[in-house]
């Protein structure tokens, strides 16, 4: 009797819910299933570049650097990513600022128009401002009159580039805008702040962990876009190539260990994109768990919360 | 009765009204500063190219589209990236379910890796496969005994199809195997349902909306890519040549309007698919809000 009841003790405060588990071979068969599809499509691949990068020593490694026509697509790919993100910044919290803080008619069918871009195939994201500036477009005789060149040129691959990244920086901060609400930046139009003061003060600090993250994502696809600028591009060597296309150059002329060298660059870029991607998601949920109380594990009563609150919005008027 | 009146014209002037009030200030310039970076960046630019369609009248239009080496490689995109979508809806399911109900050594690490082929340049993971799925790469040499050739053959388009399409289908289960009800499972095995019958009865039926949104997600991303497709497939015309492979080859020989045809053609089918996703979220929440009754 004594044992049987230990035995159910023992039971009831198991940590895991039997009845609920595989068991342990369907486990291991599903890990390994997931470990074995992850490994063939990602790892392979990822370490398969350095691997091809290093595959000549160091020397031959950072050679590849060296040379003027990977130095011009470095310059080339820095320039169209530093007009491509803080234009998109700006439009993307211009946009987030309209959708999250009022209420007015066409509001999702205007959310769907932002995304737009992400459900165009990157040729398509090219061709379209072919058609519209290049020398047989819609623009084109015109542009061609004043000596203007779009396509084949600068000016076009910031634009295709652009169009793709348009939408990253919105999409992220807009959910966040739209859960927050107004009432805090009511609060603080109510004691006498002005709407920029608000923004920079009240919304910006709510918002700075999902803009960081959408201004990451929209820089790695800036310097990574390959299809919409190859077509706009026109692969001229040293003036239009960026470091995607450099590394397609590279790769046909069969300059192997020059393609992946540039090429790890990339990776590079996009393993960090990861990391910080991950810290900020990290941030951000510890973030959101001390802006949301926590009813059952509360540190700080609410008083001393709302005090607390109170003086910010008490120093925000004195600044003012 | 004036009063009456006065309330009357209030209720008139906000349904009517662009917007319900408020205090914070700035909605005129946001709207106008939006719509016009909109209009010249996306809507004026993509609707061109639908005007320039429409200039080549329905029949050349219909040849265009029609055309031996365009309707083969419709039908290749279309197969290749179903394929993939089907592969990442088996395997990225058993990925998200591991990482949502097992722990192993090293899972935050995978689980952030998922999103590599969101963060990596198309271009980078084009020559990356090539190299492992040549017959000489790490992976292809293990094929080329079973007669498999995936470098340079559709093979290798569906491989390259299903790397871009991974993330999709992981990060739209993972939330819906998160919000399951462990009572659901409970309840089955106590009327004496085994753990298999309870998944195909009760887990799946559960998560089908966010798989099918995942699966929906994976092909369309994988209809229009290019980056990762152009240099695997060796772009061999009514055999390896992809949608927007061929629209590139139009650009190059000038040919314009058949470009935008093309185009065209892909821009409807993936707008259809951009709709499905929108009325699977729209079942999924109705499902949700069923079961929350």
Request: net charge positive; charged share 15%; hydrophobic share 55%.
């Amino acid at each position: 009797m004594f044992r049987a009841l230990t035995a159910r003790g023992a039971l009831a405060t198991a940590p895991s819910r039997v009845v609920t588990r595989e068991r342990a071979p369907v486990r291991w068969l599903l890990t390994g299933a997931a470990l074995a599809f992850l490994g063939v499509f990602l790892l392979v691949p990822l370490v398969a570049v350095f691997a091809e990068a290093f595959r000549k020593g160091v020397g031959a490694y950072l050679a590849s650097f060296t040379d003027p026509l990977a130095l011009s697509a470095i310059k080339l790919t820095l320039l169209v990513a530093a007009i491509a993100v803080p234009a998109n910044l700006t439009f993307g919290l211009v946009a987030a600022w309209l959708v999250g803080k009022y209420e007015f008619k066409g509001k999702s069918a205007l959310i769907t128009l932002i995304d737009l871009p992400l459900a165009v195939s990157p040729v398509i994201s090219g061709l379209i401002f072919v058609l519209l500036f290049g020398l047989h477009g819609a623009l084109g005789g015109w542009l061609a009159q004043y000596n203007i060149q779009i396509i084949f040129a600068a000016p076009g691959i910031v634009l295709a580039t652009m169009f793709v990244t348009f939408p990253y920086v919105a999409r992220e901060v807009i959910p966040l805008m739209q859960e927050q609400g107004c009432e805090e930046e009511e609060a603080a139009i109510s004691l006498g702040a002005g709407g920029w003061q608000t923004f920079r003060r009240v919304t910006l600090p709510n918002v700075k962990w999902a803009l960081l993250y959408g201004v990451i994502l929209c820089n790695a696809r800036a310097m990574g876009e390959f299809g919409a600028v190859s077509v706009v591009s026109g692969h001229i060597r040293g003036k239009t190539n960026t470091i995607p296309l450099h590394v397609e150059l590279l790769y046909n002329e069969y300059n192997f260990v020059a393609a992946f060298a540039v090429a790890s660059l990339l990776v590079t870029l996009a393993l960090v994109t990861l990391a910080l991607k991950t810290v900020v998601e990290w941030k951000s949920r510890t973030a959101q768990t001390e802006f949301l109380p926590d009813l059952h594990n509360r540190e700080t009563p609410d008083e001393d919360r709302t005090a607390e609150h109170l003086q910010d919005v008490w120093q925000l008027q004195g600044a003012q | 009765m004036s009063q009456g009146g006065g309330r009357r014209a209030r209720t008139l002037n906000r349904a009517f009204a662009l917007k319900r009030h408020s205090v914070l200030p700035g909605f005129g310039w946001t709207l106008g500063c939006t719509l016009l970076y909109l209009c010249l960046l996306v809507l004026i630019p993509l609707s061109l190219l639908f005007f320039r369609t429409a200039g080549l009248g329905w029949s050349d239009f219909w040849s265009a589209v029609t055309a031996p080496r365009v309707a083969a490689s419709f039908k290749l995109s279309f197969a290749a990236s179903g394929l993939g979508a089907a592969l990442n809806a088996v395997f990225g399911f058993i990925v998200a379910w591991t990482l949502v109900r097992y722990s192993f050594p090293g899972k935050r690490l995978i689980d952030a890796t998922v999103d590599l082929p969101f963060a990596l340049p198309t271009a980078v993971s084009g020559i990356a496969l090539t190299t492992v799925y040549s017959r000489t790469g790490w992976i292809g040499q293990l094929l080329e005994p079973l007669g498999i050739q995936a470098a340079f053959t559709p093979v290798g388009v569906t491989v390259a199809l299903t790397f871009v399409g991974l993330p999709f289908v992981v990060r739209a289960v993972q939330p819906a195997l998160q919000d399951l009800d462990p009572e659901a499972e409970e309840a089955a095995a106590t009327l004496g349902a085994g753990r298999w019958q309870t998944f195909y009865r009760v887990i799946l039926p559960t998560v089908m909306p966010a798989l099918l949104t995942g699966f929906a997600l994976a092909f369309a991303r994988a209809l229009g890519e290019y980056g990762s497709v152009v240099f695997i497939s060796g772009n061999m015309p009514m055999r390896t040549e992809i949608v927007p492979l061929l629209i590139v080859s139009e650009l190059e020989q000038y040919d314009y309007q058949g470009a935008a045809a093309i185009a065209v053609v892909m821009l409807v089918a993936s707008f259809v698919i951009l709709l499905l996703i929108n009325l699977l979220q729209w079942w999924g929440a109705r499902h949700q809000r069923r079961e929350g009754v």
